[in-house]
């Protein structure tokens, strides 16, 4: 339900530019399927959860919006979740109510703990970093997987089919 009302949120957003007359730019297009309602420029989606606390900010310079034709295109879109420590950006992105897709070097990052997730594609939907091909880097190991998952609640890192992986030396402290 939050989802919907978060995607709900994003078309109101949306719809509020263009009622201000803010950086918004009508284009006509050749057919009704291609048709973009809206552009806006520097856009900025702010997810909360149940309790009104924000679960996450996507802000990106650039989105078109299709209506009910297809899903909104992001460029550049950064994801950021700031009671999880957790950031995700790539080239290019789309959102269709409570997924959004990262494409193209894709990068989701948690600097407090140096671990680094990199592949052609995230897949984010509520808590969940989804990645296809997936690379993880983390101070104490590098792994592959055909499909990784992280839980930003919880911080638990999912790896399955085809996982490699290198353990690095414990490290003494000073």
């Known amino acids: 339900m939050k989802y919907w009302l978060a995607a709900g949120l994003l078309l109101l957003g949306f719809g509020w530019l263009a009622y201000q007359g803010g950086s918004t730019a009508p284009v006509q297009s050749a057919t009704v399927e291609d048709e ?38 992001i460029d550049a879109p950064d994801i950021q979740w700031p009671t999880k420590q957790w950031t995700a950006r790539s080239n290019q992105g789309e959102v269709q109510g409570a997924t959004t897709l990262l494409l193209g070097d894709a990068l989701a990052i948690n600097e407090p703990r140096s671990q680094r997730l990199s592949a052609p594609l995230i897949t984010q939907e509520g808590n969940l970093l989804s990645a296809q091909d997936g690379q993880l880097q983390a101070p104490d190991f590098t792994a592959s997987a055909k499909q990784v998952t992280i839980n930003t609640d919880t911080q638990i890192i999912s790896l399955k089919e085809q996982v490699s992986s290198q353990l690095w030396p414990a490290r003494a402290s000073r």
């Open 36 to 73: 973009l309602n809206l552009r806006v420029i520097e856009p900025m989606l702010t997810r909360y959860d149940a309790q009104g606390q924000i679960e996450s900010v996507l802000t990106a310079p650039d989105a078109l919006d299709f209506g009910q034709s297809r899903p909104s295109k």
